[in-house]
T-cell receptor, first 115, second 112 residues
Framework: DSGVTQTPKHLITATGQRVTLRCSPRSGDLSVYWYQQSLDQGLQFLIQYYNGEERAKGNILERFSAQQFPDLHSELNLSSLELGDSALYFC?????WGSGQETQYFGPGTRLLVL | GQQLNQSPQSMFIQEGEDVSMNCTSSSIFNTWLWYKQDPGEGPVLLIALYKAGELTSNGRLTAQFGITRKDSFLNISASIPSDVGIYFCAGQLEGGSEKLVFGKGTKLTVNP
């Protein structure tokens, strides 16, 4: 158990809909990262937050957005969903961002299926 | 963007054999991380490396941070069936964004 929690575990929805994925980082970690992993693909970095502020953006679509709240949990919002958005979405957290010794711990993921 | 070349893409071995996989890049990294991912699960951190030349072990796993800082390898000794999974390397670029760059993974199959 990495200490990172994600809900829900599974999500089935229809095209055009909007969903929210939730992540709670490890206790004390200020940095949260979101990744997308499609079938048989590697991890694609989406976005990073540090202590409530956006720090880095990767290949995140305009239909997707995220935020980190004062209690440090984070939410990833996916809107106008398309079939191709079906994937595993992972959250990771880190306590040593900016130290030059980045170590990320991953949550169990949310499996999204868009029908 | 920056890429890590991870090889091999897949491996089929017999139980008890040793395994070696590596990641290379044309860029210099400050940190190398090795993760294992089981199907449908999140990647689990195996080993973290922070210094060039560093050699670190975790049970039957050994990883090294290449002296040029452009590569890293992971060895698994005396493989067992539960070693099956996908192994990812990840690195943090020197002087770049703090975000990690991931390899595409090595899929390991162990035949009992």
């Amino acid at each position: 158990d990495s200490g990172v929690t994600q809900t829900p575990k599974h999500l089935i929805t229809a095209t055009g809909q909007r969903v929210t994925l939730r992540c709670s980082p490890r206790s004390g970690d200020l940095s949260v990262y979101w990744y997308q992993q499609s079938l048989d693909q590697g991890l694609q970095f989406l976005i990073q937050y540090y202590n409530g502020e956006e720090r880095a953006k990767g290949n995140i679509l305009e239909r997707f957005s995220a935020q980190q709240f004062p209690d440090l949990h984070s939410e990833l919002n996916l809107s106008s969903l398309e079939l191709g958005d079906s994937a595993l979405y992972f959250c990771a957290s880190s306590s040593n961002w900016g130290s030059g010794q980045e170590t990320q711990y991953f949550g169990p993921g949310t499996r999204l299926l868009v029908l | 963007g920056q890429q890590l070349n991870q090889s091999p893409q897949s491996m089929f071995i017999q139980e008890g054999e040793d395994v070696s996989m590596n990641c290379t890049s044309s860029s210099i990294f400050n940190t190398w991380l090795w993760y294992k991912q089981d199907p449908g699960e999140g990647p689990v951190l195996l080993i973290a490396l922070y210094k060039a030349g560093e050699l670190t072990s975790n049970g039957r796993l050994t990883a090294q941070f290449g002296i040029t800082r452009k590569d890293s390898f992971l060895n698994i000794s005396a493989s067992i069936p539960s070693d099956v999974g996908i192994y990812f390397c990840a690195g943090q670029l020197e002087g770049g964004s703090e975000k990690l760059v991931f390899g595409k993974g090595t899929k390991l199959t162990v035949n009992p």
